[in-house]
């Protein structure tokens, strides 16, 4: 009875384990294709796009085509369904979806939970770093300029 209680208890956990890994939140940046299209024919890209966006907006169902040629079905997920209506917008374009990538009988899809327009992502500008000056001996805190510490007198140092 106490080997049945453990494996039991065993297969529980690893079970919650297993099911907490399938429903981690991933990022993924690809381009919104129409299923039909893409399977059937291999249609995707800006010359395609027309098509893709009267394709969806019948009710086809869409994926995301990633770099490397991986497919991902969108799937709705019913608690945000507004974030899938908006991948629709966005048909044969590059975007970056944030959900759970889940697996089902050989099919791979993530829960569209948002969205976001990857050409429209800037990549962050480097600010310039602001040179601020202190005493040696630590009697002021930083300034914005150079001179001589009004407390001590030594000359301010650039912080590094």
Do not use: W
């Amino acid at each position: 009875m106490r080997m049945f209680l453990s494996c039991l208890f065993a297969i529980t956990v690893l079970s919650a384990l297993f099911s907490a890994q399938q429903k981690k939140q991933s990022i993924v940046q690809g381009e919104v294709v129409c299923l039909t299209c893409y399977i059937a024919h291999g249609s995707k890209g800006e010359t395609h796009a027309k098509c893709a966006a009267a394709c969806i907006n019948k009710g086809l169902p869409m994926g995301i085509l990633t770099k490397d040629g991986k497919l991902l079905v969108a799937l709705e997920d019913h608690a945000n369904a507004d974030a899938y209506q908006q991948l629709k917008k966005f048909a044969a374009k590059t975007v970056t979806v944030t959900g759970a990538v889940v697996s089902r009988g050989g099919v791979t899809g993530i829960t569209v939970q948002k969205v976001n327009d990857a050409t429209a992502v800037k990549a962050p500008s480097a600010k310039p770093t602001k040179v601020q000056y202190v005493c040696p001996m630590g009697c002021i805190p930083p300034q914005d300029k150079p001179g001589n510490c009004p407390k001590c007198g030594m000359k301010l140092v650039e912080k590094k």
